[in-house]
């Protein structure tokens, strides 16, 4: 029988470093359907719809690596999808250790309600990775923004050097796109709902095995009441109706992997830029042996912001797919849903990568400022055209500016002279006034802070400090309750499951 569990990462290098693989591998999937089962399973006990031993049951079953991960790939073949046989092995396992036991496994449930919670589960957790390794991302930013702040460089656009600004400006636009998808990653994680629905949705067989083991009749509140511990057990939040065909959750959540992998990219993509021979003005520090070409000797390759922007190439596609998936049919999709299995774990595994890459990358880049600065000068000037123009239009209007500052920049570019030189000239020639020459020849200096560029980094490294505080307050809360919890769980036999 085939090894169906190992993957190296043989072509996905970035994933070296990170926790793609423990969150997102064939035996985390098998482990938050065994999770997703048992919730089910004390959620029944809860409701006194199980005995109470089922929880000793459940204990036992717990840790998914008792189970033949390689057999149930193997026999997901015949019924189209794993939880098909994984509810077999459950099964027979659970009648190992207490006979009858199988009786309370999987109870009202079908496989899409298994699978879809357990992608709910394994997208809490890779969504709790995220906004973690987004923190860490963000707090080097923050760091590098307020350290660089007054680091003059060149600002550029359509790949031409345009206007002077700083790089603790550039480094607060990095920093607020992170801001912005932690916290509608933090959305996300709060609103993954749990599935519980039946075959067609209704809850028809739970309602009659409920109406069963209670020998009365069953109004909506037990079912309801059921629903909300399967939930709690697994830390996910209860949908007003089961979303077999409603897919709205997966696409909102492909939409934000993709996006948080957008933001590592565009970082990435942006150190690749700045880091090329003629530029040189950030470098990836490298270990010795890293870097290195099978054919150069010389090179130093930025091979993290590479392979963070090949992840960042990748996601469109993916999130793309399971925009499609929403096109499900009927009460259960016949494809649609088997379409977002390996779509959504491979988006999930490459966004982990490229954002724990991009939080390390952070960490280890270097920045010249004297390149940045000597970059600058390599116009003569040039890049000041537009200070100088917003200047001399106060006076002379704004198009007898442009024309005449339009005029000075080809003359310099022609005869390679400064425009600060150039456009002297030209201003005696026009007959301009001595205090207005002055002014224009002191427009053309480095020093200061452009436009609202301090204003701009001190609003965005703010907004990241309260969030930080917030997210450190959050925590030692939770680890205050889970002290409590803990303490409370060691007098009770029933001890909830939660996912942190």
Known sequence: MPDHSFDAGLLNPLSHGSRESELTSDQAWLQAMVDAELALTRALVDAELAPEWMLAVCDALGNASQFDLGAIAVEARGGGNPVIPFVKHLGRAAEKVRAGASDHIHVGATSQDILDTAAMIVARR????????????????????EAHRGTVMSGRTLGQQASPTSFGFVVAGWL?????????????????????????GNLAVLTEIARARRSAAVDTDVLDAIIDRFAHHVGLVVPRLSWHTNRVVI??????????????????LDVSVLSRTEIAEVSERLAPGQGGSSAMPHKRNPVSAVLITAAALQTPGLASTLYGSMLAEDQRPSGAW??????????????????????????????DPERMRANLDVT???VFSERVT??????????TAFSLVERASREAF???????VVLASILIAEGCSDELRAQIWAAFDYE?????????????????????????????????????????????????????
């Open 126 to 145: 890779v969504t709790c990775e995220l906004i973690d390794q987004l923190d860490s991302f963000g707090a080097t930013l923050a760091d590098l923004a």
């Open 176 to 200: 607020d796109a992170v801001l912005l998808i932690a916290r509608r990653l933090e959305g996300i994680r709060d609103t993954l709902p749990v599935q519980l629905g039946g075959a067609v």
């Open 251 to 268: 696409s909102e959540l492909a939409s934000v992997l993709a996006a948080a992998t957008g933001v590592a990219g565009t970082f990435a």
């Open 338 to 367: 088997h379409a977002e299995w390996q779509s959504l774990r491979v988006l999930e595994r490459l966004t982990i990568s490229a954002v724990t890459g991009a939080a390390s990358l952070a960490a280890r880049l270097d920045v």
């Open 380 to 382: 003569d000037g040039l």
């Open 390 to 399: 917003t200047i001399l239009a106060e006076t002379v209007g704004k198009s």
């Open 414 to 420: 022609v005869t390679n002279r400064p425009l600060q």
């Open 448 to 500: 200061g802070q452009p436009g609202q560029s301090a204003a701009g980094v001190d609003r965005v490294v703010r907004a990241f400090r309260q969030r930080a505080d917030a997210v450190k307050r959050r925590a030692e809360a939770a680890a205050a309750t889970d002290m409590v919890e803990a303490g409370t769980g060691a007098a009770h036999s029933n001890k909830d499951v939660r996912i942190s």
